[in-house]
C-alpha cells in the first residue's frame, strides 16, 4: 500500500480512472470469461445451468435476485461476487459512505475536496469490505437500510436541516460496493418501497431532508420460490427493477453431491495416530439418501432438501465409525454399513417426513437408507459375482455382524468364504487394510440382503445373515 496514492493529486497523477461498480464487475468478469476461469471457486454443479445466467446478468449490468430452496449455495455465490472487484479501491478519507474523490457526494467529502483540493487525503479500501448483507427481517426498517437522523450529532449542536446529523444506513454505506439482501419476501412491503429509488434511480432519499445521494451500488438479493412466486411478498414494483431473475437447484445426481459433501465436510481425526476413512460406496450411500429424499412422496418438497443434510449425514457417519473404533481400540478406522443408524440424528430434523399414521417417520426413514444401500450396491456389485456366496449361505452357512465384531473379525470372513473376494476387492479402490476389507465385506452382505437373497435376523446392533 505504501506506493499508492495519498492524496488526490497523487491518484489525479497516477491515472487511476473512475468506473461505476457495475462497469468494474464487468471488466473484471469479461478477464475471467476470456481466460476461461471460473467466476468463482467452491460452487460445484452450476457450469451448465445457473453460471451461463449470472455471466450473461455481470455482463448485462443487472441487479440479480436468486431463487431456490435453502442449501442451494445462493449466500456462497453472493458473498463471491466481491471477488470481481478491484482489490483495492479509493475514497475520500474519513467517508462514511466510500465517496469517489472525483465525484463525492457526501457533504463531508464535498467540503473536505473544496477545501484541500488535491492535497485531499485518500485513503484505499479493500474489496471485502466493499460488501454489505442484511438478513431480511419483519423488523427491519428504513433507518436500517436507508438512514436517519442521529440524535447525538444534534445534540451536540447541529440544526436538524444539516446533512451532517444523517446517520447513514447499511445501503449508503454499501455506496460503490455490491449490497445483498437475503430471504427479501421477509422484508415488510412498506419497507420494499424504500428500496425502488435504489433500484431503478440510484438514490435514496432520507425523511426531512431535501437532499439526494446518488448511489452507486449493485443490489443482488435471494428469495424461496414458494415464498416468491406462492405467497406474493415481494411488491410487484420491486420484482420489476431486479434485471435477472436465476433460479439455482439442488445438484443433479449422487456423484455431484458426493463432490460436494466431500468439499465441505469437516475432517475427523484424533491427534496424528488415529483417523477416520469413509470409503466412497458409502459416501454415495449418503448422497443417494438425499436423492432419494427429494424423489419420495414421503418428505415435504416445499421445505426442500438441503445439501446441508448430506454434509451432515457424512459427518455423522464419520462421527460414529470414529467413536466405535476408538472403543474398538482401532487406529485406521473406516465407516461400515452399521454406522449409517447414525444418520437418524442428523436428519429428522433437517427434512419433514408426512406420515398419515403416528410413529411412521422412523419407517420412513430407514426404507430411504435401504434404498440408498440397495441403489448403490446395484451400481457397484456384479449379480453374477455374488451366486457363489449366496450357495455358500444355502448349505448352511450363517454369519454375524454388528459394532460389537472389530474389523479383524469381519475381515476374516474373506478367508472363511472365499467367494467373497472378488466383490469386496472390487469396493476397496486400493484401500487394502482390514478395516476397509471388513467394511466391503459387510456392505455386500447388507446388499444381498436387501436384494432378497440372504435372510438378515436383527437384535439390537447385531445382525445375523443366513440363507433364505
Aim: overall charge negative.
Amino acid at each position: 500500500m505504501t506506493d499508492r496514492a495519498a492524496n488526490l493529486g497523487q491518484l489525479r497523477a497516477s491515472g487511476w480512472q473512475s468506473r461505476p461498480v457495475k462497469e468494474e464487475i464487468r471488466a473484471n468478469a469479461v478477464a475471467k470469461i476470456s481466460a476461461g476461469k471460473p467466476l468463482f471457486a467452491g460452487v460445484l454443479g452450476y457450469e451448465d445451468t445457473v453460471m451461463p445466467q449470472l455471466e450473461n446478468a455481470l455482463l448485462a449490468g443487472h441487479d440479480v435476485i436468486f431463487l431456490g430452496e435453502r442449501g442451494q449455495a445462493k449466500t456462497r455465490m453472493i458473498r463471491s461476487l466481491t471477488g470481481l472487484l478491484d482489490e483495492w479501491m479509493p475514497i475520500v478519507a474519513g467517508s462514511e459512505i466510500n465517496d469517489d474523490p472525483y465525484h463525492p457526494v457526501s457533504k463531508h467529502a464535498r467540503d473536505l475536496v473544496d477545501e484541500m483540493g488535491d492535497e485531499t487525503p485518500i485513503t484505499w479500501v479493500h474489496r471485502h469490505d466493499r460488501f454489505g448483507e442484511k438478513l431480511a427481517t419483519p423488523d427491519t426498517s428504513i433507518a436500517d437500510l436507508i438512514g436517519e437522523v442521529d440524535p447525538i450529532k444534534v445534540a451536540e449542536g447541529r440544526y436538524l436541516s444539516d446533512e451532517l446529523t444523517l446517520h447513514y444506513g447499511l445501503v449508503p454505506r454499501t455506496n460503490r460496493g455490491i449490497f445483498a439482501i437475503n430471504e427479501l419476501p421477509d422484508l415488510a412491503e412498506r419497507i420494499q418501497v424504500g428500496m425502488l429509488n435504489v433500484l431503478e434511480e440510484r438514490d435514496v432519499q432520507i425523511r426531512g431532508y431535501k437532499i439526494r445521494l446518488p448511489l452507486d451500488v449493485m443490489l443482488v438479493a435471494s428469495a424461496n420460490p414458494e415464498d416468491y412466486t406462492n405467497r406474493g411478498r415481494i411488491i410487484t414494483p420491486l420484482k420489476d427493477r431486479f434485471g435477472s431473475q436465476i433460479r439455482t437447484h439442488y445438484p443433479l445426481d449422487a456423484e455431484l453431491e458426493y463432490e460436494i459433501m466431500q468439499q465441505e465436510a469437516r475432517p475427523l481425526s484424533v491427534g496424528e495416530t488415529v483417523g477416520v476413512t469413509v470409503p466412497h460406496y458409502l459416501g454415495e450411500v449418503v448422497a443417494t439418501f438425499s436423492q432419494l429424499a427429494r424423489a419420495s412422496s414421503h418428505v415435504n418438497q416445499r421445505s426442500g432438501v438441503s445439501v446441508r443434510l448430506s454434509v451432515s449425514n457424512y459427518e455423522a457417519l464419520a462421527a460414529n465409525a470414529l467413536r466405535r473404533g476408538l472403543r474398538a481400540g482401532e487406529h485406521h478406522i473406516v465407516a461400515r454399513v452399521d454406522d449409517l443408524d447414525a444418520l437418524a440424528a442428523s436428519s429428522i430434523g433437517k427434512i419433514e417426513i408426512e406420515a398419515l399414521e403416528d410413529g411412521r417417520e422412523g419407517v420412513i426413514f430407514d426404507n430411504l437408507v435401504k434404498g440408498a444401500v440397495l441403489t448403490v450396491y446395484n451400481d457397484r456389485i456384479d449379480p453374477s459375482h455374488t451366486t457363489p456366496i449366496v450357495d455358500a449361505f444355502d448349505e448352511g452357512l450363517i454369519v454375524q455382524t454388528g459394532e460389537d465384531l472389530s474389523s479383524d473379525e469381519l475381515a476374516a470372513l474373506v478367508e472363511r468364504v472365499p467367494a467373497l473376494r472378488e466383490p469386496v476387492d472390487a469396493l476397496l479402490d486400493g484401500d487394502t487394510s482390514t478395516g476397509a476389507i471388513a467394511a466391503a465385506t459387510e456392505f455386500v452382505l447388507e446388499g444381498l440382503h436387501l436384494s432378497k437373497r440372504l435372510n438378515k435376523d436383527e437384535s439390537g446392533q447385531n445382525a445375523t445373515y443366513r440363507g433364505r
